[in-house]
């Protein structure tokens, strides 16, 4: 059973800075992709950034300048490092990743249970 746990949502004010965690935990023979999503009040979910094991990382254009991620592999953590927050980054974000609980079996998609940002005065 392969667990996604987040940490790090709060409430920050325009212009501010919070930094999102996302750690694996269970039986894991290897990471694939990790990422974070989130979804505003009445929106789809979005994808905001993505870091795939050979460190290859894909970034919203709404957040390119602003959000970085990165990870710890020994941890099988995931960082989503925020600056500049705006009104329209509140939402709620989630962990993502496509692991490989045992070999010979093709990777999975996991899902964290979400932390909320909200972006406000």
């Known amino acids: 059973q392969v667990q996604l746990v987040e940490s790090g949502g709060g409430l920050v004010q325009p212009g501010g800075s919070l930094t999102l965690s996302c750690s694996a935990s269970?039986?894991?023979?290897?990471?694939?992709?990790m990422g974070w999503y989130r979804q505003a009040p009445g929106k789809q979910r979005e994808s905001v950034a993505t870091?795939?094991?050979?460190?290859?990382?894909n970034i919203a254009a709404s957040v390119k300048g602003r959000f970085t991620i990165s990870k710890d592999d020994a941890k099988k953590t995931v960082y989503l490092h925020m600056n500049d927050l705006r009104s329209e980054d509140t939402a709620v974000y989630y962990c993502?990743?496509?692991?490989?609980?045992?070999?010979?079996?093709?990777?999975?998609?996991?899902w964290g249970q979400g932390t909320l940002v909200t972006v406000s005065e």
């Open positions: 993502n990743a496509h692991i490989v609980v045992r070999i010979p079996y093709p990777e999975s998609e996991y």
């Open positions: 269970g039986t894991i023979f290897g990471i694939n992709e």
């Open positions: 870091i795939t094991n050979t460190d290859r990382s």
